[in-house]
């Protein structure tokens, strides 16, 4: 599927680390480096403006690295970028270390992960379906 981006940063384009890859990591686009203290969240801007197909969509995921080693993630994973959205893309990060946390120019801060979505079309009705689940939920089909 090919997707027109624009780079406006000095990285290059996101790109698949291996043949397997889902995602491709999105680079920090600063002028100098932003600090994140402890649950602080802030919008790291990457430079990048896409034009997606009507039916896709491209989500912003946490990269488990920085979320494991350093407590940052991303706050509203997955973020989603819409077809007619074409502004920057930004990373909205959040610290949950107890540390500060400072974010580097050109720091991989997030995955970017292409995908189709549907189109729901809601119908009416008096009665769903029944389900051996039922109503239940939150825990309800048990731990293990």
Known sequence: MNIKIINKSSH???????LASAGMDLRANLEESVSIKPLERTIIKTGLF?????????????????????????????????????????????????????????ERIAQLIIAKHERAVWEEVEVLGETKRGEGGFGSTGVK
């Open 12 to 18: 290059t384009l996101p790109n698949y680390e291996t």
């Open 50 to 106: 896409i034009e997606l197909p009507i039916g896709i969509e491209a989500q912003v995921r946490p990269r488990s690295g920085l979320a494991a080693k350093n407590g940052v993630t991303v706050l509203n994973a997955p973020g989603t970028i819409d077809a007619d959205y074409r502004g920057e893309i930004g990373v909205i990060l959040i610290n949950l270390s107890n540390e500060e946390f400072v974010v580097e120019n050109g």
